[in-house]
């Protein structure tokens, strides 16, 4: 029987990446699609080989990219030469959103990042297959780069195995006591970009006096340009917290284990953004048994369903309404953390897998 091998480049383990969402993504694909192989005996015969930047991740390989069937790159960057050229083996890339081009006024590329960008888009309307996270970025996908619909396909990301509910109160308290974590706050959690919106949810908890606690490694950086445009909310938030130290917690990196464990404590877990792709720490949220309060902009709608209490961010007000209703009628927060497990449940990186199998099934075959 012959040997079906799949590369898939795990550049976004190696940088900055392996922090944020395209490192969550890549690590826990592969994680997934490695047990699958493994587990079912259908796929026998495949083998899943990690590359870095079109090379084997192990030397000892020594393997050429045109040994293998399928060469996935699950990232993509408009403005950085991440693709290759076209070459002989069918190449899938994972476009998780394009965000930047759709607000090109909040996302400057420059002369550079606009002559990359017209290489980029070359590239990508050769290849054989786009997987993108919702039917919201296919969406922005088909319109702006004008790839044909029916090579792009939908397959959603999932929150990890470990994010659930903590029933033991000692281990909930040692994670507040290590954080200093009031008993009540809102949780959100990722970076501190354009299109999330922190310094209307950070106005909003100000503005109905509860304390906001953020987790993600962005929010605690210092060596960045503080006058570039992309970081003005960074800067805002930074200065923010200068003066606002005991309702405002930056928390920074955290390891996964606590995070599960605030994501448990927290009285309410907001995503209060303009924009998503996906927006992966709702349903880490959900899983967890937080109450969900989120912007009904981008792919949110379509990820919590509902299980979340949805606001127009860009309606004076609205974020601290949502926030009031959940703090104020335990009912509904309770209905909205027994709504978000069942949410959470339809998603699992097992149908992530299997999915993103299908497609390299279907590329080996045609």
């Not at 079109?54 to 390989?61: E, M, N, T, V």
């Not at 786009?130 to 929150?159: C, F, G, M, R």
């Not at 720490?281 to 109450?291: K, N, R, S, T």
Request: charged share 25%.
């Amino acid at each position: 029987m012959k040997k079906i091998k799949i590369a898939i480049d795990v550049s976004p383990l190696k940088d900055a990446n392996r922090f944020r969402g395209v490192g969550s993504y890549t690590k826990n694909l592969v994680d997934a699609l490695q047990r699958l192989v493994k587990e079912d005996k259908k796929y026998s015969n495949w083998q899943i080989s990690l590359i870095e930047n079109c090379k084997p991740a192990s030397p000892a390989g020594g393997l050429k990219i045109e040994n293998f069937s399928v060469v996935h790159y699950p990232y993509f960057n408009p403005f950085f030469l991440t693709l290759p050229k076209r070459g002989n083996v069918p190449i899938v890339v994972t476009v998780h959103d394009l965000m930047p081009l759709k607000f090109p006024e909040h996302c400057p590329p420059g002369i550079k990042g606009k002559l990359r960008w017209f290489a980029q888009k070359n590239r990508l309307k050769k290849i054989d297959a786009i997987i993108t996270d919702s039917q919201n970025s296919k969406k922005d996908i088909v319109e702006i780069i004008d790839y044909p619909e029916n090579q792009i396909h939908v397959i959603h990301l999932a929150p990890a195995l470990n994010f659930e509910v903590i029933k033991s109160s000692s281990i909930l308290q040692s994670i507040e006591v290590k954080y200093g974590l009031p008993k009540e706050f809102v949780l959100y959690v990722g970076d501190v970009n354009w299109n999330k919106n922190v310094p209307g949810l950070v106005k909003a908890c100000e503005k109905i006096d509860i304390p906001l606690v953020i987790v993600g490694k962005q929010a605690v950086s210092k060596d960045y340009n503080m006058a570039h445009i992309e970081n003005r909310d960074l800067v805002w938030l930074q200065n923010k917290y200068k003066r606002r130290k005991k309702k405002l917690f930056l928390l920074g990196f955290v390891p996964t284990k606590d995070l599960v464990a605030i994501y448990n404590l927290a009285t309410v877990y907001c995503q209060p953004s303009f924009y998503e792709g996906f927006g992966l720490p709702v349903l880490e949220a959900m899983a967890c048994g937080c109450p969900v309060v989120s912007s009904n902009r981008g792919s949110l709608p379509e990820i919590c369903g509902k299980a979340a209490l949805m606001f127009n961010p860009q309606r004076k007000g609205k974020i601290g309404d949502a926030l009031q209703k959940i703090i104020e009628n335990k009912k509904l927060a309770v209905d909205l953390s027994k709504r978000g497990l069942i949410q959470a449940k339809k998603f699992s990186w097992r149908k992530t897998a299997q999915e993103t199998l299908n497609i390299y099934d279907k590329l080996c075959r045609s």
